[in-house]
């Protein structure tokens, strides 16, 4: 995967987060760290031009945010996802940063390491040789909200990340918050 300087998903994530900032003023402070587990699903785009370069993913997350401050979090994330199409998994991890919107919402982003496993056969049309290694990983940029349904502890989460800056994939999910 091509590579590309981190100072543009810095200038990104400065910009999400300072338009947030007038709406996270008025967040309750909340000390104890936030555990979660969730279900997600999306659509990964190899962006390589072929036909077929994108397909659905399904899987789980985990992971923990810590509160720095009145309005603001970091944490670490783990995902896996089956996929249909051009992928046949994916995993990986990250760190989160973010900032709190009132009592319901969360607006982050993210970095951290992804690696895919393709399925070549759906993607060239034919099977690769016995041995060849069909996955790659590459670093992961990205940004999300999440917003609590009601008063319960759960949340639905809108996400958008890219690998390298080569692939495109955007997820929904639901998520439990302990």
């Known amino acids: 995967m091509r590579k590309i300087s981190f100072t543009t998903p810095a200038i990104i994530g400065a910009a999400i987060g300072a338009m947030a900032l007038p709406a996270a003023a008025q967040a309750q402070s909340n000390d104890e760290p936030e555990v979660y587990v969730g279900a997600s699903a999306g659509i990964h785009d190899l962006g390589v031009g072929l036909p077929d370069d994108d397909g659905g993913i399904y899987g789980i997350v985990a992971g923990v945010d810590v ?3 009145e309005t603001l979090f970091v944490g670490a994330e783990g995902n896996f996802h ?4 051009a992928i046949d998994n994916e995993y990986g991890v990250a760190a989160r940063a973010g900032v ?8 982050f982003v993210r970095g951290g390491y992804q690696e895919v496993d393709f399925d070549v056969g759906n993607l060239l049309g034919v099977n690769p040789p016995a041995g060849v ?3 790659d990983g590459d670093y992961l940029v990205g940004a999300g909200v999440e917003y609590a349904l009601g008063d319960s502890p759960v949340r639905f989460r809108a996400g958008l990340d890219t ?3 080569d692939s495109t994939r955007a997820t929904v999910g639901l998520l439990y918050a302990f």
Not at 82 to 85: H, K, T
């Open 67 to 69: 509160p720095v401050g």
């Open 133 to 135: 290694d069909t996955s």
């Open 82 to 85: 089956i996929g249909d199409g």
């Open 100 to 107: 709190r919107l009132g009592d319901s919402g969360k607006v």
């Open 163 to 165: 690998i390298a800056f």
